[in-house]
Nanobody
Framework: QVQLVESGGGLAQAGGSLRLSCAAS????????MGWYRQAPGNQRELVAT???????KYADSVRGRFTISRDNAKKTVYLQMNSLKPEDTGTYYC?????????WGKGTLVIVSS
C-alpha cells in the first residue's frame, strides 16, 4: 500500500526557514514526479514545487527563489527547504506522488508563519 508521510511543519517567523520532508513507502516505484502542494484556509490547494522528471522541477511563481525541492532516491524522500518565509506561506503542506494512474497524497503538515 502506498503511503506518504510528511513532517517538518511548525511555527516560524517571517523571514525564517523550515524544512519539510515527505517519506514514501517502499511500494512506490519512483519519486520522479513527487511534489509539494499547499492549501490555506478558504483557498484551493495549489502547487508549490514538484519534480516533473528525474532532472527537472517546477515552482510556483510565489516561491521561486525562496523554496528548493530536493530528494533522496535511496530513502524515497522528498524535501522542501523553505527560506525567507512570508505570512502568506501559511497553510497545510501536502506531498503528492503519481504511481501508475493514481495520485497519492499525504495527510499534510501545517506551516504557520507569523509576521
Amino acid at each position: 500500500q502506498v503511503q506518504l508521510v510528511e513532517s517538518g511543519g511548525g511555527l516560524a517567523q517571517a523571514g525564517g526557514s523550515l524544512r519539510l520532508s515527505c517519506a514514501a513507502s517502499e511500494s512506490i516505484f519512483s519519486i520522479n514526479n513527487m511534489g509539494w502542494y499547499r492549501q490555506a484556509p478558504g483557498n484551493q490547494r495549489e502547487l508549490v514545487a514538484t519534480f516533473t522528471s528525474a532532472y527537472t522541477t517546477k515552482y510556483a511563481d510565489s516561491v521561486r527563489g525562496r523554496f528548493t525541492i530536493s530528494r533522496d532516491n535511496a530513502k524515497k524522500t522528498v524535501y522542501l527547504q523553505m527560506n525567507s518565509l512570508k505570512p502568506e506561506d501559511t497553510g497545510t503542506y501536502y506531498c503528492k506522488v503519481t504511481d501508475g494512474w493514481t495520485d497519492y497524497w499525504g495527510k499534510g503538515t501545517l506551516v504557520i508563519v507569523s509576521s
